[in-house]
């Protein structure tokens, strides 16, 4: 497989899918994965753009017949990332960007280091995460209350990855996360080296 792997975890409301839609004019093609979830759409989510939205039982079969990457459960819902089209923007050259969160990070890397760049984004401090969420004002005050409490434990895993990402300006954190995107697709597989040690040696 020829493509790269940028996986952007970080609490909800850390402005990852803000970063990603701004930074995307500068990042040359890619593939975001379309991430499963047995959570409730958002108002303006769509199916099948920004989720596929389904029931646990479908979410169970999925697991079941091992379409998935990785999955969690997260904030109480099931979130998993599908195998097959991954493989294929793989095959296809391509980047494909992951916003996933810390325990399907580790999951990834575990199956798929050799493709792996990974950065961690968050706001300046807990307090300005609190506002955003708020702000955002699409989730109920006990859904953004549980969301706080897990990024307290999510900030701990910051050490697991390649870059953080401070997102203080939207201008800055998607320059850097441009720069990171671009550096990702340079990272060569174990297998790609072999093959250059192959040739250059010919
Ligand atoms: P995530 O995808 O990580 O859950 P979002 O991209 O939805 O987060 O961002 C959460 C909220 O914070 C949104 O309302 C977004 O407009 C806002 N936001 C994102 N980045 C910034 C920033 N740098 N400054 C102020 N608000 C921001
Ligand atoms: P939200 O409900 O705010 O869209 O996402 C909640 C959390 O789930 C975020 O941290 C997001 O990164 C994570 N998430 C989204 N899709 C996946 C996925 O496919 N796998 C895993 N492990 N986490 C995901």
Redesign the pocket.
Known sequence: MKGAILVLS??????????IHHASSKIGEYYFSISTTTRQPRAGEEHGVDYYFVTHSEFEEGIKAGEFLEYATVHGNYYGTSLKPVHKALEEGKLVIF?IDVQGHRLVRAKMGDYVTSAF?T?PTLSELKK??Y??STDDTSIIERRIENAKVEINAVGEFDFVII????EL?SEQFATIANAARLKQSREELENLILHWKN
């Open positions: 970080g609490p909800s409301g850390a402005g990852k899918s803000t970063i916003d984004i706001p955003r969420l702000a955002r997102n203080d300006t939207v954190a």
